[in-house]
Every structure is written in structure tokens, then in C-alpha cells.
């Protein structure tokens, strides 16, 4: 049995954690339909939440062994209710408000975040949803923007709020949105991931957009016991549930950042102008890091195979960003070719940044946030599922770390937190230029 995920990043067995789970849908009056994509030890487990009228409301995949999987896709389910949408259906418990877009811009945490100064630009006095954050470390408040992280919010948002938003909704996501057990287990996830997305957002700003990119390959030989039978698990998924990718190779990456806080991509290069499949992880423990990048491309792999409009979503994606070659090729993510001009690194799987065999979940957050605030960055976060006693969902924010990653949703954007001075630079764009950009996002915003 594998022993992943380490015991720092959750608290409870799977079992216990499936129970809580299914108590949460129950006091919710809800009922999950659950599958699994085949019988194989590491697979892709799918749950989908319907209300007592027969109303879908919400979906979810997991991933990893069957019991991880199946836990995940329950926990992601509920994690996709309340994040998306809560503020429309409880506001009074999510804590709404008003306020204007220069208000919140002007806050010091937010200086860094351009989509935000942008808004602030355009419209500093029209009032905006808001809801309020508090700083990790000293419960400081931080008022955000809702639609950032909730897909339903421009569609139906507070009364009095008078914002134009669909030029920004190509800046919509859930990344900083987990589900745990209790607050702390739902923290940690929702940080890794923000810091994932973040190093996934500076490594493709390198590989596609400067001629020699540095690229660090992870050793297959080096990965041993559990994580050397995930990676044959991954290379028979691509054989088998892909079709068109037989005899490709499957890489992994380490693209950890400056942060130091361990990140694996996990890459198959598939023919022609489609699409990479790639899986993302991150973790203190490195290992763990590389079983989640690797699992997640299973998934992709599994949904490549189950979804018979997998190919027309690709498609529909990479025809909206024609008119940004740079960005169709980051969406593409086309390992094979980045390779070919790139200087190479071939390594083993990184150590960890520090001793894991004695962290708890407390300590493994301190490390995080330490970390963080040593390279200028804070946590912010709140609960979003306030109401109930059996589990916990909570959205975070870091301002200033890069989201740019948001590309492979297939829309076009511009990095909004530290990717953007790394752009600049490598474009040696003018103020001019910069005008230019910032006129061109204001109008390919609304394709979406």
C-alpha cells in the first residue's frame, strides 16, 4: 500500500474522512452518485452531488489509489458547492458587502495584484461584492474581491454592485479553494496549491516566451518503491487510456520556484497542435509532490478517454487564443519542443526543504507561511463553510504570487502578480507597449 499522503497533511484516516464527508451531504439533504473510471489500484473516482428535487449541484473527480480517490472526489464536490456560488445562496452567513473598487485596490496587501489595480483604473468608484480575509498570521482583515474565486458570482451578483466584469472573467478560478477534515487541513491544500499554480505560471512564462529555458527533468531511475509503481501506473495509463499517445514518454519536471516549497509537473506530450497532458503536485515532501503530479495526469488521462467532447473543448480552446501564438503555445504545453532549444538538467527527485519525518500539520503550516512571508508574500483566508460541523472548506489568497497559469483554461490573459515584471523584462516592453497591453486585455476580456 502506498503511504502517501504523509501524516502531516492529513489527520484522519480515509475511512474517517469518507464519514464525515457523507455526513456533511447528509445534513446538506443531498445525495452523491459515485463511480470509478476502472478497477486499476490508481484510478479516477467521480462523485456528483444532487439536491432532494434532482438537481445537480456540484461534480467532482479525485485522484490517486481507489481509497484516496474516492474520498477526493467527495471532498472536491463539496469544496466546488460552497466555493462557487455561496454568496448567492447564503449571504448573510458569507459576510457580503459592498465596496468600491478604489477602496479595495488601495489596500497595501492588493498593490501588486494588476488585474485588481487595473479594475481600480477603470472603474475606482463603482461599487464591487466584496468579502473579507484575514491574515493568517495576525487576523488582520483584507477585503477581496468575490468574483474572483467564485465562477457564479458575475452572474448573479449583490444587489448595488455596479461593476462591468466581463472583460475580467478570463481571471475567474477556484485555485486557494480546499476541503478538509477542519480548518488546518484545508489551509494547507488550499497554500499548495496557490504555490503550485504559481510555479506552474514562471515556468511557462520561461520555456515559451525566452529562446534557452532552463528545464529540470526528474530521473525515472531515481524514484523507487510506491513512486516508481505510480509511474508505471501513469506510463499504462497513457498507453491504454489515451489512444493517440502510445510509445510517448512521460516526464517529470521539477519546476519548484525560488520558494523552495517542492513542485513536480508531470508531462505527456501528445501529437500534432493537441493539447499536453500535464498533472501538477505540491508538498513539502517532494515525493508526495511527484505521486499527486502523477495521479493528476492519470486523471487526465482517464477523462481524455471518458469524455467524448474532450477534443472539441480542446479545440474551442485553442481557437480562442489564435490570435496569441504565444499563448496557444503555452496552452499546448508542448514539452517536446520547449526540449529541443532548452538547457537540460537531468536530476533525481529533490530533498526535501526540511526534516518531514517529525512535522505535524501545525508545523507544516508554519513552514509555509515563514516561508512566504521570508519572500515578501502573506497568507489571507476565510471560511466559506462556516455552518458545518463535519468539515471544512476555506478559500486563500496570496497576493502577489502568479496565477498566470489560469492560460491553460484556454483564454487569454496577462500575468497579474511577480510573473509580470519577469514579462516585461523579457519582452522589454515600453510604457507605451504597457498601454497597448492593458488595451488589448480590456478588449479580448469579453471572449469569454
Known amino acids: 500500500m502506498v503511504d502517501f499522503p504523509p501524516v502531516f497533511e492529513r489527520t484522519v484516516s480515509t475511512v474517517s474522512a469518507l464519514s464525515s464527508?457523507?455526513?456533511?451531504?447528509?445534513?446538506?439533504?443531498?445525495?452523491?452518485?459515485?463511480?470509478?473510471?476502472?478497477?486499476?489500484?490508481y484510478t479516477t473516482s467521480y462523485c456528483e452531488l444532487e439536491d432532494a428535487h434532482g438537481n445537480v449541484r456540484s461534480r467532482a473527480a479525485g485522484k490517486g489509489n481507489r481509497h484516496q480517490s474516492e474520498v477526493g472526489s467527495y471532498f472536491e464536490a463539496l469544496e466546488h458547492f460552497y466555493s462557487a456560488g455561496y454568496?448567492?445562496?447564503?449571504?448573510?452567513?458569507?459576510?457580503?458587502?459592498?465596496?468600491?473598487?478604489?477602496?479595495?485596490?488601495?489596500?497595501?496587501?492588493?498593490?501588486?495584484?494588476?488585474?485588481?489595480?487595473?479594475?481600480?483604473?477603470?472603474?475606482?468608484?463603482?461599487?464591487?461584492?466584496?468579502?473579507?480575509?484575514?491574515?493568517?498570521?495576525?487576523?488582520?482583515?483584507?477585503?477581496?474581491?468575490?468574483f474572483p474565486t467564485d465562477a457564479r458570482y458575475w452572474d448573479n451578483p449583490l444587489p448595488g454592485d455596479e461593476l462591468e466584469y466581463e472583460q475580467y472573467l478570463n481571471y475567474q478560478g477556484t485555485s486557494g479553494s480546499a476541503a478538509g477534515?477542519?480548518?488546518?487541513?484545508?489551509?494547507?491544500?488550499?497554500?499548495?496549491?496557490i504555490v503550485e499554480r504559481d510555479a506552474q505560471s514562471l515556468a511557462l512564462i520561461e520555456w515559451f516566451c525566452?529562446?534557452?529555458?532552463?528545464?529540470?527533468?526528474?530521473?525515472?531511475?531515481?524514484?523507487?518503491?510506491?513512486?516508481?509503481?505510480?509511474?508505471?501506473?501513469v506510463r499504462?495509463?497513457?498507453?491504454?487510456?489515451?489512444?493517440?499517445?502510445?510509445?510517448?514518454?512521460?516526464?517529470?519536471?521539477?519546476?519548484?520556484?525560488?520558494?523552495?516549497?517542492?513542485?513536480?509537473?508531470a508531462v505527456l506530450t501528445r501529437p500534432g497542435d493537441q493539447a499536453s497532458l500535464c498533472g501538477l503536485g505540491c508538498s513539502i515532501s517532494p515525493g508526495y509532490a511527484a505521486y499527486r503530479a502523477m495521479t493528476e495526469l492519470i486523471q487526465g488521462c482517464h477523462a481524455l478517454s471518458a469524455d467524448p467532447e474532450f477534443h472539441l473543448g480542446e479545440q474551442r480552446a485553442l481557437e480562442r487564443l489564435a490570435d496569441w501564438p504565444v499563448l496557444g503555445q503555452m496552452l499546448?504545453?508542448?514539452?517536446?519542443?520547449?526540449?529541443?532549444?532548452?538547457?537540460?538538467?537531468?536530476?533525481?527527485?529533490?530533498?526535501?526543504?526540511?526534516?518531514?519525518?517529525?512535522?505535524?500539520?501545525?508545523?507544516?503550516?508554519?513552514?509555509?507561511?515563514?516561508?512566504?512571508?521570508?519572500?515578501?508574500?502573506?497568507?489571507?483566508?476565510?471560511?466559506?463553510?462556516?455552518?458545518?460541523?463535519?468539515?471544512?472548506?476555506?478559500?486563500?489568497?496570496?497576493?502577489?504570487?502568479e496565477d498566470f497559469a489560469k492560460i491553460t483554461h484556454g483564454y487569454p490573459v496577462?500575468?497579474?502578480?511577480?510573473?509580470?515584471?519577469?514579462?516585461?523584462?523579457?519582452?522589454?516592453?515600453?510604457?507605451?507597449?504597457?498601454?497597448?497591453?492593458?488595451?488589448?486585455?480590456?478588449?479580448?476580456?469579453?471572449?469569454?
Not at 210 to 233: C, F, M, N, W
Request: charge should be negative; include cysteine; charged fraction near 25%.
Open 210 to 233: 525566452v529562446d534557452k529555458p532552463h528545464v529540470r527533468l526528474i530521473e525515472p531511475a531515481s524514484l523507487t518503491g510506491a513512486l516508481a509503481d505510480v509511474y508505471q501506473a
Open 332 to 401: 499546448r504545453c508542448d514539452l517536446d519542443e520547449v526540449l529541443s532549444r532548452a538547457v537540460v538538467t537531468e536530476q533525481p527527485l529533490r530533498r526535501p526543504p526540511i526534516e518531514t519525518g517529525t512535522l505535524t500539520l501545525d508545523s507544516a503550516l508554519t513552514f509555509l507561511q515563514t516561508t512566504l512571508e521570508h519572500h515578501g508574500f502573506e497568507i489571507y483566508w476565510r471560511p466559506v463553510a462556516a455552518e458545518s460541523e463535519h468539515i471544512s472548506v476555506v478559500t486563500v489568497a496570496v497576493p502577489g504570487l
Open 21 to 41: 464527508a457523507q455526513s456533511e451531504i447528509d445534513r446538506l439533504g443531498f445525495h452523491a452518485y459515485f463511480r470509478t473510471f476502472d478497477e486499476t489500484e
Open 87 to 146: 454568496t448567492v445562496d447564503r449571504r448573510e452567513q458569507s459576510g457580503a458587502a459592498l465596496a468600491t473598487a478604489r477602496k479595495v485596490a488601495a489596500q497595501p496587501a492588493l498593490a501588486k495584484n494588476r488585474m485588481i489595480q487595473n479594475l481600480a483604473t477603470e472603474y475606482p468608484d463603482a461599487q464591487m461584492g466584496v468579502v473579507e480575509m484575514h491574515r493568517y498570521t495576525t487576523a488582520e482583515p483584507l477585503l477581496y474581491p468575490i
Open 414 to 448: 496577462t500575468p497579474t502578480g511577480r510573473g509580470w515584471d519577469r514579462w516585461v523584462e523579457i519582452f522589454g516592453l515600453s510604457d507605451d507597449d504597457l498601454a497597448a497591453v492593458e488595451a488589448d486585455e480590456a478588449e479580448s476580456g469579453a471572449v469569454r
Open 236 to 265: 499504462e495509463a497513457a498507453e491504454h487510456g489515451t489512444g493517440d499517445v502510445g510509445g510517448r514518454a512521460v516526464r517529470l519536471v521539477d519546476i519548484t520556484s525560488d520558494l523552495g516549497i517542492p513542485v513536480v509537473m
Open 181 to 193: 477534515v477542519n480548518h488546518d487541513e484545508a489551509l494547507l491544500h488550499a497554500v499548495g496549491e
